[in-house]
């Protein structure tokens, strides 16, 4: 009976450890704005995108190297509204990341390794979108 409620023990902290595992990583905030940045690890990448209907952008962020894309992370993601004013400004922490932007017409900017994009944007309600964002 003991080796039994041992393998039992054993069996829950395994499965609370892959649940933990599985998690998506905690929501920040940039000027009231949330998001969630991450990624790293494929537990933390497919709670990401489970999580990404419920957002209006998902940023995925990658480098081509030797002919291929690898997963980014350390990208500077600006937001500017229609007034030409940054109202998002944050770090990736991975090569995902969720925004939850109000419907409306934005200015995207993400810079890695020196390297500057921009992009317009315009996020309707109930209409997620994704945007690759790809470095070379």
Known sequence: MNILARSFFAICIFLGATVALAQIPPTQHSNEISYISGGVGEEETAAILAEAKQWPLLLELSQIENGRGVWIFGA???ISNAKKQVIF????????????LSPG????????????????LSVKAGSPQKINLFWK
């Open 76 to 78: 500077k993601i600006k």
């Open 89 to 100: 400004d944050a770090q990736a922490d991975g090569p995902y990341m969720l925004i939850n």
């Open 105 to 120: 017409d934005y200015v995207l900017q993400a810079s890695y390794q020196g390297v500057e994009q921009s992009r317009a």
